[in-house]
């Protein structure tokens, strides 16, 4: 996926476009790190969908909030408010838990400890509302699912499901939300009176956020289960 797939075409552009490069590159190398499904066994296949349920499910909504409460910008706001919106309105966990059910893998107490040190990392980073990297963190994570969805369907199709909606949906809206978080994050910018922390500061939920998500493709990256 290139910088132009997002559709930040603006004057304003250059502003994010190392960081949004960055992000590029990171979720092209999660996905081209997802394992080969047909040499994962029906339990395998089944963990990565459940540990995916078990943190989008209950965090998503979470973590958008958070960045609205830690935004500053009109224009923040009002993007990251639609963006809400529409998750509530349009019952997303609900769809995630549908197509959880359909796939038989609704999360288990095991699968919720495969993520929780990872998780828990991120949920402890989204505390210090910090706007930028919080709205970098989402534009990251609206990013990969959306080029995730796929390979997703792809399991649940293996899994006996035919149930679409949800990976359909997101597929699509996704592309969308990604290129309105980075319109927020210009308008965020925009607003800072001090200098910014250098890239690899700023870019810290992403790194967080990158390590759950390879837990959740790949259960022996997490190391032992922490127990909470």
Not at 47 to 69: D, K, P, Q, S
Not at 86 to 112: C, Q, W, Y
Request: hydrophobic share 45%; net charge negative.
């Amino acid at each position: 996926m290139t910088s132009e797939s997002f559709g930040l075409m603006t004057p304003e552009r250059s502003h994010t476009a190392p960081l949004q490069e960055h992000i590029d590159r990171a979720i092209h190398d999660l996905i081209a790190s997802c394992p080969n499904a047909e040499q994962l066994s029906p339990d395998e296949q089944r963990g990565i969908i459940a540990r995916y349920t078990a943190v989008l499910e209950g965090n998503f909504i979470y973590w958008m909030t958070a960045a609205y409460l830690s935004v500053v910008s009109q224009q923040a706001h009002s993007i990251i408010q639609e963006n809400l919106r529409e998750e509530v309105r349009d019952n997303h966990p609900g769809m995630l838990r549908k197509f959880a059910i359909a796939a038989h893998a609704v999360p288990t107490d095991s699968d919720a400890l495969a993520v929780y040190r990872n998780l828990e990392n991120v949920r402890l980073f989204v505390g210090r509302l910090s706007g930028v990297k919080i709205v970098l963190m989402m534009a990251f994570f609206e990013g990969w699912i959306t080029r995730f969805m796929p390979y997703l369907e792809g399991l649940a199709k293996r899994q006996g499901s035919a149930e679409q909606e949800y990976t359909d949906v997101h597929g699509v809206v996704d592309v969308v939300h990604t290129q309105e978080l980075f319109r927020a994050l210009e308008a965020e910018m925009r607003l800072s009176h001090d200098p910014l922390p250098p890239p690899t500061e700023l870019l810290e939920g992403v790194g967080l956020l990158r390590s759950l998500i390879q837990t959740i493709l790949h259960l022996r990256a997490a190391g032992p289960a922490l127990a909470p």
